[in-house]
């Protein structure tokens, strides 16, 4: 079946079908990791978008049940070079056709991917529309890309926040870090082994604290994360009132990743700025540029964003480097925030803010993703921080 | 952290000659290392034994020792130049070793040096088995269960505890796994195990569980001084473990495991590295992935910059050895700009929008009778790199450029089908054509899971190659009037049926087929389709490598083809001339054509034109995105030039294609070139075929009054045997066109000749074979000349150590001659420059000769480039490669200012260096067929010093006393005499067999007579030997079929590593050198000294 990816300035690549049978319209990005495709169709942050891989073979080692980010996929349409329709890979129980057909989303294959990357370098984001259905001519398609909502001042955050709250994972079973067997583990004293579901999981701690976790599109690997830290995790829907997060009197809050523009969500800004100085807070991507609104700064589009797993950031604290994952179209803008806020942390290929600290609070964010998944854990000691932090607050 | 300022002078050890395991990606990493440091103001002292490097040329570092790696040596280079650091990381194990050494002997101390790159402790842990499994369970990673052996009881023991067969055997500190190899039964066990005890210079064999058919990757890692730790690149191999990853089919990045797991395994890297302690640079880790678990094994750490780091270099664009270097001297990676974006920062992981293929090259056909079977026990001599968008373009694409005749995967008319049975074997053994054989079973119907139970490669490489099988076989089916049936009968006009050849074609060109399989299966020349393709079309797009998947705008001119919507060649108005390299490294063609390669864009970019460089070889400077202007990672073959060409000559700016510097490879294209209209610079390539004419040739000496051995051509057995009866033997029979004597043997009978016609060639009018009178005790002389059409000046003539009839690239040589007569080198330039002016060469020229008495013969002329063009420069202190490249664009020898010859003060020998060890069960005598792969130059004002030199820098060090055994054949019986007296009175110990052994008593010198080796008696020499009581050996070989005493013999020596003569010239040379030894110091100096 042959399918069509139509941009907004008229570009128009054609290709194969596969996944399901749709049209959809969305934001194209491009991602650069070169693995790590399940966790980015589930990652909520890229809702309202059409997601294109740059690395060109995609769908090798297929699908399976632990890696995913949240209950469903997030991305409105998937691009690639070339999909692997037989997956290879001892864990995999699915091929990415077969579950992006599932949960409804279109793909399309056979399309230069590098010309398309360089064109959105170039233009910038914009809007497309992915159509495998054949409904749809080519300038059909991009009349339709033309007519799709802009990502700036779109809340996507509501039709991805939980709509009840949880706790997360209360029998710690869900949150086991994910690792592979050893035939002698020196730290767990023995070797580790798979479980009976073919798995093998690094035991949790005792849980220490208790925060309340906005959830603006929450990945689960930073549920899995904090609790792996300590943490026992109530999540509470995007429009939680300060006011409500404090009668539950948390040991800290914690923001969430989450997808759209963050000026959008003045109630969120409006609750955080509540919440300053009041409890230790940690903020990671959507729920850093939250926070970046609560001191009173600014926001902006980048021209393409940064998405992928190679970004370099710069901790300017002590020197140090960490190669992160990131998912974002927006940044904080350095020069619009008060003297009392600190800069900790920038990207070391554009210069953007990619860390904040609250001089006198105890509040501090990162717009990457110390969770990875994808992508690289140089920075999970984030984690730690909030604990610490919590420690110091009490 | 900015520069260490409390360092100036940095010694760099270099990795000496290209052997199998150390190829010339130790060049490419030294050349990097050393333009970094002198950038940052350091003063470079280098050493490294090899002339055929970049590295070694003047330029490159402040002080240039040619001399021998070995420690004494480099500690004299310490003591005259007073270093204060030492980079032991960029040339490879031999760097390494040799720095261990001088540490561990108190030397680095003595003279105030320290290691920089990494700390000896580091280096111990890295590579000492024990040490390194203990970090690693320290830091929670998984190892096969093993254990160390020092004797074979202990080795035994080991092997009961660990209670599987097969078992892995691998010697410390041997290069590329020397000695090491997988014992499936107890009597291969105690074999592999007592020679790699043997071969270990510390006697220590790890052996350990085997992990045959498990997943394997390997990581490049790069660490700073403020611990910041990053992947430059992640490679996964196509073939499983048991096949050494020189060996195998690999692939960047990994391709088959998820996000989790990579991140699992880049966390495990940098936990190695932190624990071994790599203080900065570059590492490369190996680990092995249990297919059905996900059991992750750490194989192996390189703490240094290895034969991967070239490949993960080239195929990400991050200049591994460059960044290592400033690492070292105390930059972080944040520091460093990445030259390919110039605005982001090196502290970054490429990410890759392509994928690369690395295919080993092998060259068995050279060592007939060793074992052909792909082990643990690195074998291959070169390696070929292709980039493509899919896996399929990238492998079809590294497999034709292996330069072995193949043009893809399958249906190149190159097939060769196997029954079943054989194809079995053929596929569960591993071996040098295991890719092809995977494409017949497929063909055959042969199911992936049949076929994964046979060779536990990963389905996922399984299905790729299926569907490239696949596409293949549609090919033929897919006539355009197949295509054309397709299309609904409204829509059938010009344009559809335009458009449907143009997405067949497209599909398949995407799938990475080459023109030769398409016109193959449709049955039409090469050249139709490729002029029906570009008639519709198809031409390829050339992509950047950018290291950051164009997330932004990248300024190094790196590209590959592949068959996208968007070509990405900045063009400009300079003038270019596009030069082809050499592919990849095969014995015959190495570094020395990439030297000449390198130099001809150094000396053309000199001149103002912007320099295009071709080359599928990841281990060259050529392929260094800031030797040339422009830089092509491609295939060699007249498909890829002409698109590179095509596409860089669309506004008529190529001045022209060099083709005389990359050795036989481009030579072989430029007659296609030229029927494509394509100008080729320098030499004509018309020319250039005349000298490779034996007929034409023969009347151009005629016509110039100089001789050749008798000769004929035969293009069937009663042909050769009617030359041979007019010429009389022993006569030298070989193919045409070919290069390193391939095929190439002496026939001393009606009968040998016979079974050389029948078996080892095949005759036809095309394929004629040469039949010369063979000189015997004639002496060969090698002369390197440069010619610009009306000036020919002579850059060296080469006195060969070995008799005529040894192929020349396996003897060592000698500048200036030291046993010609002047007359008789008067007569020698007068030929030279006669054929120069002849064959109007425009660049370099070699020539062969004999002289036997008064009488000179040719042997042939090359009007290109050759071996040896390195190591004369290197003699004489002109870079002659680079005079002949702007020769060919149009300078003469007058306006370069060369044009008196130059005679060196110093003698300067060229020696080979030979793989045998590594082929075990081949004898390792010298003859036409070319067998060395790397060469050492010794250079010295004492001709016997020199010769001395360059027999320790190729591993033989000459003993100053001892016990010499000598065993000569028949012929060579009147001479022996002299030799032994010779030796006698350096107060040698002399031992012999009995025939050897009379003719020199009866001589009345004293000689210890040893038993032969079939008389039983003991003990012989062989156990004079392994007692290390013998410190040199002289063994002239009987003929061609030697005695199975000699090839034992021979095989011990090598074993044991005692220095062995094969030949009396070569004793005798050999006696020379020890009485320089005995007579005075050794003394280095630096090649600057030579040529003030």
């Not at chain 2, 150390?22 to 002198?38: P, R, T």
Request: charged share 25%; net charge negative; glycine share 8%.
């Amino acid at each position: 079946m042959n399918a069509l990816l139509a941009l907004e300035d008229g570009t128009v690549y054609e290709g194969r079908a596969f996944g399901a049978p749709t049209t959809r319209a969305g934001e194209i990005c491009f991602n650069t990791s070169m693995s790590g495709y399940q966790e980015v169709l589930t990652d909520p942050s890229y809702r309202g978008q059409i997601v294109s891989m740059t690395y060109p073979l995609i769908g090798n080692y297929g699908i399976n049940p632990f890696d995913d980010e949240s209950a469903g996929v997030h991305v409105r349409g998937f691009v690639v070079e070339e999909h692997c329709p037989v997956p290879s890979n001892w864990r995999s129980t699915e091929s990415l056709d077969k579950y992006l057909q599932r949960h409804g989303v279109p793909g399309i294959e056979g399309i230069d991917t590098r010309a398309l990357t360089k064109r959105l370098r170039v233009a910038g984001a914009m809007r497309s529309v992915l159509c495998n259905d054949g409904s749809l001519n080519a300038a059909q398609a991009v009349e339709l890309a033309r007519q799709a909502p802009p990502m700036e001042g779109s809340d996507f955050v509501r039709e991805v926040t939980t709509p009840e709250g949880y706790h997360w994972d209360p029998e710690g079973s869900e949150s086991r870090a994910w690792t592979i067997p050893n035939s002698y583990d020196a730290a767990m004293g023995r070797p580790r082994s798979q479980d009976e579901a073919g798995q093998c999981c690094i035991p949790l701690p005792d849980v220490r604290y208790r925060v309340v976790a906005y959830d603006f599109g929450i990945k689960r690997n930073i549920l899995r994360r904090l609790r792996q830290q300590g943490f026992d995790v109530e999540v509470v829907n995007a429009r939680t009132t300060a006011e409500a997060v404090l009668a539950r009197n948390p040991d800290g809050v914690f923001l969430s990743n989450g997808p759209g523009d963050p000026a959008a969500l003045d109630y969120v800004h409006r609750e955080v700025r509540a919440l300053l100085g009041k409890k230790p807070i940690f903020a990671i991507c959507l729920g850093h540029q939250m926070l970046g609104h609560a001191f009173g700064g600014r926001t902006f589009k980048l021209k393409f964003g940064h998405r992928g797993g190679n970004q370099p950031v710069k901790d300017l604290r002590s020197g140090k480097v960490a190669i992160t994952s990131q998912n974002h179209g927006f940044a904080v803008d350095a020069d619009s925030l008060p003297k009392e806020i600190e800069v900790t942390h920038i990207n070391l290929n554009d210069g953007t803010v990619e860390g904040l600290r609250h001089r006198d609070a105890p509040v501090f964010s990162v717009q990457y993703h110390p969770e990875a998944a994808p992508g690289p854990n140089d920075a999970t000691y984030f984690f730690e921080e909030f604990a610490n932090l919590i420690e110091e607050s009490r | 952290m900015p520069r260490d300022t409390s360092i100036q002078k940095i010694l760099l050890i270099g990795s000496g000659p290209i052997i199998i395991g150390q190829g010339c990606e130790f060049d490419y990493s030294g050349v990097q290392a050393c333009k970094a440091l002198k950038e940052e103001g350091y003063k470079v002292i280098l050493v490294n034994s090899n002339p055929a490097t970049i590295m070694t040329d003047p330029e490159f570092a402040d002080r240039t020792y040619v001399e021998p790696i070995t420690p004494e040596m480099v500690e004299k280079i310490i003591g005259k130049e007073k270093p204060d650091a030492l980079l032991p990381t960029l040339g490879g194990q031999t760097a390494l070793n040799t720095a261990m050494s001088l540490h561990r002997a108190g030397i680095l101390e003595k003279h105030g040096v320290r290691m920089i790159g990494a700390k000896p402790d580091a280096i111990e842990k890295g590579e000492d088995r024990l040490l390194f499994k203990e970090a690693m369970i320290k830091i929670g990673l998984d190892l096969p269960k093993s254990g160390v052996a020092h004797t074979i009881e202990e080795a035994r023991i080991i092997a009961e505890e660990i209670g599987t067969m097969p078992l892995i055997i691998r010697p410390a500190y041997t290069l590329g796994g020397t000695g090491g190899g997988i014992a499936y039964n107890k009597e291969e066990f105690e074999t592999i195990t007592a020679r790699g005890l043997d071969l270990s210079p510390v006697c220590e064999v790890l052996i350990e569980e085997s992990l045959l058919g498990w997943k394997e990757f390997e990581m490049e890692v790069m660490r700073d001084k403020a611990d910041n730790c990053v992947i430059i690149c992640s490679i996964e191999n196509l073939d499983p473990m048991g096949v050494h990853t020189g060996d195998s089919i690999t692939v960047a990045p990994i391709q088959t495991l998820t996000d989790r797991e990579y991140q699992i395994m880049r966390d495990a890297s940098f936990a190695c590295i932190r624990e071994i302690g790599v203080e900065t640079g570059g590492s490369n880790i190996q680990f092995a992935i249990h297919p059905d678990t996900g059991r992750m094994i750490v194989i192996e750490m390189n703490p240094r910059v290895s034969r991967s780091s070239a490949l993960a270099s080239k195929a990400t664009g991050f200049p591994i050895a460059k960044i290592a270097a400033k690492l070292a001297v105390g930059y972080t990676l944040d520091e460093l700009k990445n030259d390919i974006t110039r605005e982001t920062p090196a502290s970054f992981e490429p990410t890759i929008d392509y994928v690369v293929t690395k295919v080993p090259r092998f060259t068995f056909e050279k060592f007939p009778g060793s074992d052909e079977t792909l082990t643990t026990q690195m074998k291959s001599v070169g390696e070929a790199m292709a980039i493509g968008r899919t896996f399929k373009e990238s492998l079809q694409k590294a497999l034709r450029s292996l330069e072995i005749k193949r043009f893809g995967l399958i249906g190149d008319g190159a097939d060769v089908e196997v029954d079943d049975e054989t194809l079995t074997t053929k596929l569960s053994v591993p071996n040098a054509e295991r890719i092809f054989f995977l494409g017949q079973a497929f063909a055959k119907g042969w199911s992936v899971d049949r076929i994964f139970a046979l060779t536990k490669i990963d389905p996922w490489f399984l299905r790729q190659i299926a569907e490239i099988v696949e596409a293949e076989q549609q090919i033929t089916g897919n006539t355009s009037d197949h295509l054309f049936s397709l299309i609904p009968a409204d829509q059938l006009n010009d344009d559809s049926k335009a458009a449907a050849l143009h997405d067949f074609m497209r599909r398949m060109k995407r799938l990475g087929f080459s023109d030769r399989q398409l016109a193959v299966q449709y049955g039409i020349p090469e050249a139709h389709l490729r002029a029906g393709r570009i008639k519709y079309g198809v031409r390829p797009t050339y992509r950047l490598v950018d290291t950051c998947a164009a997330e932004f705008e990248a300024f190094t001119p790196y590209y590959y083809s592949t068959y996208g919507i968007e070509d990405e060649v900045r063009d400009n108005d300079r003038q270019k001339v596009i030069i082809l390299g050499g592919g990849p490294n095969r014995i015959g063609q190495g570094i020395e054509f990439d030297y000449c390669c390198v130099h001809a864009s150094f000396a053309l970019r000199e001149l103002g034109f912007e320099t295009i460089m071709v080359n599928s070889n990841p281990e060259t400077v050529s392929t260094d995105y800031d030797t040339s202007d422009k830089l092509y990672f491609e295939p060699l073959t007249l498909e890829d030039v002409l698109n590179i060409y095509e596409r860089e000559n669309r506004h008529d700016q190529v001045l022209g294609v060099i083709v005389q510097f990359g050795g036989q490879t481009p030579l072989n294209l430029a007659k296609g070139l030229e029927e494509n209209g394509v100008r080729i610079i320098g030499t004509s390539p018309k020319n250039i075929e005349l000298a490779e004419d034996r007929k034409m040739f023969a009347k151009l000496l005629d016509d110039l009054g100089l001789h050749q051995a008798p000769s004929g051509t035969a293009t069937s057995l009663e042909e050769a045997l009617a030359i041979t009866a007019q010429i009389g033997y022993p006569s030298l029979v070989r193919p045409s066109f070919v290069l390193g004597g391939r095929a190439m043997q002496i026939v001393y009978s009606d009968a040998e000749l016979t079974h050389y016609m029948k078996n080892a060639v095949e005759a036809t009018p095309d394929r004629p074979v040469l039949v010369d009178r063979f000189l015997e005790d004639a002496t060969e002389v090698d002369v390197d000349c440069i010619s610009d059409g009306e000036t020919t000046v002579i850059g060296a003539i080469m006195e060969h150590i070995e008799e005529a009839g040894i192929h020349s690239g396996d003897s060592a040589c000698v500048i200036p001659p030291f046993s010609l007569s002047a007359a008789m080198q008067d007569r020698i330039r007068d030929a030279a420059k006669k054929l120069a002016k002849a064959l109007n060469v425009r660049g370099l020229m070699n020539m062969q000769l004999a002289v036997k008495g008064d009488d000179l013969y040719v042997i042939e002329v090359n009007p290109r480039a050759s071996r040896t063009a390195p190591f004369v420069s290197k003699a004489i202190g002109v870079p002659l490669p680079k005079l002949a490249a702007k020769i060919m664009a149009g300078k003469t020898l007058k306006e370069l200012g060369f044009t008196e010859e130059v005679i060196p003060s110093h003698y300067s020998v060229k020696e080979a260096v030979f793989p045998f060890s590594k082929f075990t069960g081949v004898d390792i005598i010298l003859g036409p067929e070319m067998k060395s792969t790397g060469e050492v130059m010794g250079i010295d004002y004492d001709l016997g010093m020199a010769f001395a030199k360059s027999q320790m820098a190729a591993g033989g060090t000459l003993p100053t006393k001892g016990n010499v055994f000598i065993s000569v054949k028949e012929t060579d019986r009147p001479n022996v005499v002299r030799i032994a007296k010779g030796y006698a009175d350096l107060g040698f110990t002399l031992y012999a067999t009995s025939g050897t052994g009379g003719v020199i008593s009866e001589a009345g010198i004293p000689v210890n007579i040893l038993p032969k080796l079939a008389s039983g008696q003991r003990p012989n020499v062989i156990d004079l030997m392994k007692n290390k009581d013998m410190a040199m050996v002289i063994n002239t070989p009987s003929g061609k079929n030697p005695r199975e005493d000699e090839i034992k013999i021979r095989t011990a020596a090598m074993q044991n590593r005692i220095p062995i003569m094969t030949t009396l010239r070569g004793a005798d040379a050999a006696l020379r050198a020890i009485k320089s030894l005995q007579g005075s110091e050794v003394q280095v100096r630096a090649l600057q000294e030579y040529h003030r």
